[in-house]
């Protein structure tokens, strides 16, 4: 029997605004909207986005031994995960992982975030807030810890691109105060009213936040978690103040476009049930500095040390717009014509361009005079034998054949780790 699709509370403002609505991770979600998702990437880029998110899931988790339990079931090393000196996870900061089973497979990759001493919130992928917590207690073990799982309880709504900041300091209570010291990976506030962290960051109305710079576009911006009750409201409030700075909501397919020209994997598409191994997102584990071993142990790491014919993922740029469909199972090729791998993602970046044997961005700072980007096809693959950055390989789907390059990075010039101070100053010399 086939699960109901589930509604986010913004469902009913997207659909009087147009949006093109599509099912995805169990819930009813905008592909697009009337501006088109040419216009809305090119938005992140040059002013902001705005992003219904609340189809995530979130997992609190207490206790006195709760860093034990984390520490365990969390792929990175929460005693050296912060910063270039690899210092602890702190309250305050959060970190980007996997949680893992015995075969080193992908449950869902998750970004852990310490709250407090002894509390931390765990935010996962759509409709896997309950698996994520189940996992938890199979392997809590006698540690004195309590799970919560808040599926469907929290409203999350993220906005991205350079004018992100500027759009929030008219709605926030003493936003110089709130983006002082707010790094990558960072955050402030909280969402429950009762708690002493929402304080720390409200809107003008009152409204407590949690407020984070985990961006998954790979753009600079900010992620809102707020009480359910009041998400319309504060996406409202958002969106208006946001008019004058070219804000446009964002549906489902910039997300992909986005992410995937950043070098983010979409879970259960470019991560899932094969080992966690042999990717792009190295920092996801804890790896020594040689990278000949990890530096804990955790469930599924003798897994990952011990794979008889491994796997490997890379990404890829196209030389054009032309990409394959991954609704066709496309396969990979070698030079040769063998098969040698399947397509995970494809996608077109329209923000990006090859000139001579670069790739800029409009984004760019040092792009050629006159620039303007056709856009490339890129995405990632997964294949059986180790390629080499600069390779090329073809893809095949039932239309058409396409020659990729392998890369080790796509979009160039990505403003996500940019000082919020830059930012504005930037900005504000354009306006």
């Given at each position: 029997?086939?699960?109901?699709?589930?509604?986010?509370?913004?469902?009913?403002?997207?659909?009087?605004?147009?949006?093109?609505?599509?099912?995805?991770?169990?819930?009813?979600?905008?592909?697009?909207?009337?501006?088109?998702?040419?216009?809305?990437?090119?938005?992140?880029?040059?002013?902001?986005?705005?992003?219904?998110?609340?189809?995530?899931?979130?997992?609190?988790?207490?206790?006195?031994?709760?860093?034990?339990?984390?520490?365990?079931?969390?792929?990175?090393?929460?005693?050296?995960?912060?910063?270039?000196?690899?210092?602890?996870?702190?309250?305050?900061?959060?970190?980007?992982?996997?949680?893992?089973?015995?075969?080193?497979?992908?449950?869902?990759?998750?970004?852990?975030?310490?709250?407090?001493?002894?509390?931390?919130?765990?935010?996962?992928?759509?409709?896997?807030?309950?698996?994520?917590?189940?996992?938890?207690?199979?392997?809590?073990?006698?540690?004195?810890?309590?799970?919560t799982d808040l599926t469907d309880k929290i409203g999350k709504m993220?906005?991205?691109?350079?004018?992100?900041?500027?759009?929030?300091?008219?709605?926030?209570?003493?936003?110089?105060?709130?983006?002082?010291?707010?790094?990558?990976?960072?955050?402030?506030?909280?969402?429950?009213?009762?708690?002493?962290?929402?304080?720390?960051?409200?809107?003008?109305?009152?409204?407590?936040?949690?407020?984070?710079?985990?961006?998954?576009?790979?753009?600079?911006?900010?992620?809102?978690?707020?009480?359910?009750?009041?998400?319309?409201?504060?996406?409202?409030?958002?969106?208006?103040?946001?008019?004058?700075?070219?804000?446009?909501?964002?549906?489902?397919?910039?997300?992909?476009?986005?992410?995937?020209?950043?070098?983010?994997?979409?879970?259960?598409?470019?991560?899932?049930?094969?080992?966690?191994?042999?990717?792009?997102?190295?920092?996801?584990?804890?790896?020594?500095?040689?990278?000949?071993?990890?530096?804990?142990?955790?469930?599924?790491?003798?897994?990952?040390?011990?794979?008889?014919?491994?796997?490997?993922?890379?990404?890829?740029?196209?030389?054009?717009?032309?990409?394959?469909?991954?609704?066709?199972?496309?396969?990979?090729?070698?030079?040769?014509?063998?098969?040698?791998?399947?397509?995970?993602?494809?996608?077109?970046?329209?923000?990006?361009?090859?000139?001579?044997?670069?790739?800029?961005?409009?984004?760019?700072?040092d792009k050629p005079e006159n620039f303007e980007p056709?856009?490339?096809?890129?995405?990632?693959?997964?294949?059986?034998?180790?390629?080499?950055?600069?390779?090329?390989?073809?893809?095949?789907?039932?239309?058409?054949?396409?020659?990729?390059?392998?890369?080790?990075?796509?979009?160039?010039?990505?403003?996500?780790?940019?000082?919020?101070?830059?930012?504005?100053?930037?900005?504000?010399?354009?306006?």
């Amino acid at each position: 029997m086939q699960k109901e699709t589930k509604k986010t509370p913004l469902y009913d403002w997207h659909v009087a605004h147009g949006a093109n609505m599509v099912s995805f991770g169990e819930y009813e979600m905008p592909l697009w909207y009337p501006a088109g998702a040419k216009k809305e990437h090119l938005a992140v880029l040059t002013k902001a986005g705005i992003f219904d998110t609340s189809h995530m899931a979130l997992v609190i988790v207490i206790g006195p031994d709760v860093f034990e339990l984390l520490q365990i079931c969390f792929t990175k090393d929460l005693y050296a995960c912060v910063g270039k000196d690899k210092s602890p996870l702190v309250p305050g900061r959060c970190v980007y992982g996997a949680f893992l089973n015995e075969s080193g497979k992908v449950i869902d990759d998750a970004i852990v975030y310490q709250l407090e001493h002894n509390t931390y919130m765990t935010v996962v992928n759509a409709g896997l807030g309950g698996e994520v917590a189940r996992h938890l207690m199979a392997y809590r073990d006698r540690r004195n810890v309590e799970i919560t799982d808040l599926t469907d309880k929290i409203g999350k709504m993220d906005i991205q691109g350079p004018m992100a900041a500027r759009i929030l300091m008219k709605v926030l209570v003493d936003p110089e105060e709130v983006f002082e010291d707010m790094l990558y990976f960072t955050f402030k506030g909280y969402f429950d009213e009762a708690s002493p962290l929402a304080d720390k960051v409200r809107l003008i109305d009152g409204t407590p936040l949690l407020l984070s710079r985990t961006g998954y576009t790979g753009e600079f911006g900010f992620e809102i978690f707020v009480d359910q009750s009041h998400l319309v409201k504060v996406w409202e409030m958002i969106f208006d103040a946001g008019q004058d700075f070219g804000l446009l909501p964002c549906g489902l397919a910039v997300r992909d476009s986005l992410r995937a020209s950043a070098v983010l994997p979409l879970s259960h598409q470019d991560i899932g049930p094969w080992p966690f191994i042999n990717h792009p997102w190295h920092f996801a584990l804890p790896f020594n500095p040689n990278r000949t071993d990890f530096t804990k142990k955790f469930i599924g790491n003798e897994a990952l040390k011990n794979i008889d014919k491994p796997e490997y993922t890379y990404a890829f740029t196209g030389y054009d717009l032309r990409k394959v469909s991954v609704y066709d199972q496309p396969i990979v090729l070698d030079s040769e014509g063998n098969k040698i791998g399947l397509v995970l993602t494809c996608i077109c970046d329209i923000a990006i361009g090859r000139h001579g044997d670069r790739i800029y961005s409009i984004s760019s700072p040092d792009k050629p005079e006159n620039f303007e980007p056709k856009g490339l096809s890129c995405g990632f693959v997964k294949v059986k034998s180790k390629l080499d950055p600069g390779q090329v390989v073809e893809l095949k789907d039932k239309r058409r054949k396409i020659k990729v390059m392998i890369v080790s990075d796509i979009r160039p010039d990505r403003t996500a780790r940019c000082p919020i101070e830059e930012i504005i100053e930037q900005k504000e010399k354009r306006l």
